[in-house]
């Protein structure tokens, strides 16, 4: 099935550094939203994003909407160990019709802060 | 608030047997959508219910069935299991009105299930 493009597929980081990551699409989606999964874990929402050009916080975590519609970024300032874990973007369609309860997921950043 | 509870979180089951998951949505929360993932596809959509009613569905076979009581609960089916089923089956919930935040949608821990 489609999958945004999101890279990179992995980092290995020393705490304190800070951390980007991106999808793209070449759809539009309506919502853009970062979730983090540890192993066992289902995903946990970390920021969405409703508006282009929308820039949001989240502690350590920065996100952005593209202006175009079809991409956006996730940043961690200043990693620390428990920033370890799977991030996904996903993107939500048009509200409405074929883009109704459905989320398109990236293939996954593996994120591993080495102390 | 209680979040998104599934269960069970872990299930063996043979090829050929069938499988019911359940999932509890976000109290107040309408919309109850499922995922597949798996190492090699990643998070696939399967579908998704709101008030009961099946609004969208994903590239998945016959095979995979959903249904929605009053209370927004959901279930999911899957009959004559085969090995690549096997995979992390997540639900994920939402209000399931449009526009903003009405689809941010919430995920279980998720049901670990192995076909042998």
Not at chain 1, 75 to 90: M, R, T
Not at chain 1, 95 to 104: D, E, M, V
Not at chain 2, 57 to 65: A, E, I
Request: charge should be positive; charged fraction near 15%; aromatic fraction near 12%.
């Amino acid at each position: 099935g489609q999958q945004l493009n999101q890279s990179p597929q992995s980092m290995f980081i020393q705490e304190g550094e800070d951390v980007s990551m991106n999808c793209t699409s070449s759809s539009i989606f309506n919502t853009w939203l970062w979730y983090k999964q540890e192993p066992g874990e289902g995903p946990v929402l970390l920021i969405a994003l409703y508006k282009a050009g929308e820039l949001t916080s989240n502690g350590r975590l920065t996100a952005q909407f593209g202006i175009t519609r079809k991409d956006s970024f996730l940043n961690i300032s200043a990693s620390i160990p428990s920033d370890v874990g799977i991030y996904f973007c996903a993107g939500q369609g048009i509200a409405g019709g074929t883009s109704y309860g459905k989320l398109t997921f990236g293939q996954g950043t593996i994120l591993t802060v080495h102390p | 608030k209680a979040g998104v509870t599934q269960t069970p979180r872990y299930l063996i089951k043979t090829r050929g047997q069938q499988v019911t998951l359940s999932c509890s949505p976000i109290s107040g929360h309408r919309s109850v959508s499922w995922y597949q993932q798996t190492p090699g596809q990643g998070l696939q959509f399967l579908f998704e219910y709101f008030s009961e009613t099946q609004r969208n569905k994903g590239n998945f076979p016959g095979r995979f069935s959903g249904r929605q009581f009053s209370n927004s609960r959901s279930e999911m089916n899957v009959s004559t299991l085969e090995l690549g089923d096997s995979a992390l089956y997540l639900c994920a919930s939402s209000w399931g009105t449009s526009g903003r935040a009405g689809e941010t949608q919430y995920f279980g821990p998720g049901t670990r299930l192995l076909v042998l």
